[in-house]
Antibody, heavy 118, light 110 residues
Framework: EVQLVESGGGLVQPGGSLRLSCKAS????????IHWVRQAPGKGLEWVSY????????YYADSVKGRFTISRDNAKNSLFLQMNSLRDEDTAVYYC???????????WGQGTLVTVSS | QSALTQPPSASGSPGQSVTISCTGT?????????VSWYQQHPGKAPKLMIY???KRPSGVPDRFSGSKSGNTASLTVSGLQAEDEADYYC??????????FGGGTKVTVL
């Protein structure tokens, strides 16, 4: 069974940093591209970033470009999102999701809440 | 780029059908056959229901179907059941490095 478990969320002040993790199991992690998708409280879904299986291809949404960095460790079946210069509008539940190709999201984790507030 | 347009709400009685529309442009919905639909119950993660416009992942009931005409995609839920009450989001590839989501539709089973 595919399982994705996010961690690392919490309360951070504007301008601060946070590193999210996503631990994968139940599938061949190194063969799959993975996305981060976020959802602000009471709002819809917003794509954040994508990393290919071999890390050769990385994409970011314009809203996070230059502030967030996606990475992965295939040996540890783990995905990461380093978030710097955080803003109030980055407050959201962050989900990791496996890629089905063409920006379609197959399996999802349960999410981790990031709150940016002073 | 703007989000895809979905009606905020839709409803139907048990056993009836409900159809949700998702309208974009020729640069997203109309330009790619990679529209997907997600079901989200309160407090839960989204679940993939339809991909590539009309394909169902393993385990998704055949009561769920998808289609597309021009710049508008649609999700139809036939034979509505109580557990179908949820928020539904569409998404479309919008280029090699972008995806757009709809604003979401709350489906109520009367």
């Amino acid at each position: 069974e595919v399982q994705l478990v996010e961690s690392g969320g919490g309360l951070v002040q504007p301008g601060g940093s946070l590193r999210l993790s996503c631990k994968a199991s139940g599938f061949t992690f190194s063969s799959h591209g993975i996305h981060w998708v976020r959802q602000a409280p009471g709002k819809g879904l917003e794509w954040v970033s994508y990393i290919a299986s071999s890390t050769t291809t990385i994409y970011y949404a314009d809203s996070v470009k230059g502030r967030f960095t996606i990475s992965r460790d295939n040996a540890k079946n783990s995905l990461f999102l380093q978030m710097n210069s955080l803003r109030d509008e980055d407050t959201a539940v962050y989900y990791c999701a496996t890629s089905l190709g063409w920006f379609q999201f197959d399996s999802w984790g349960q999410g981790t809440l990031v709150t940016v507030s002073s | 780029q703007s989000a895809l347009t979905q009606p905020p709400s839709a409803s139907g009685s048990p056993g009836q059908s409900v159809t949700i529309s998702c309208t974009g442009t020729s640069s997203d919905v109309g330009g790619y056959n990679h529209v997907s639909w997600y079901q989200q119950h309160p407090g839960k993660a989204p679940k993939l229901m339809i991909y590539d416009v009309s394909k169902r992942p393993s385990g998704v009931p055949d009561r769920f179907s998808g289609s597309k005409s021009g710049n508008t995609a649609s999700l139809t839920v036939s034979g509505l059941q109580a557990e179908d009450e949820a928020d539904y989001y569409c998404a479309s590839c919008a280029g090699i490095n972008n995806v757009l989501f709809g604003g979401g539709t709350k489906v109520t089973v009367l």
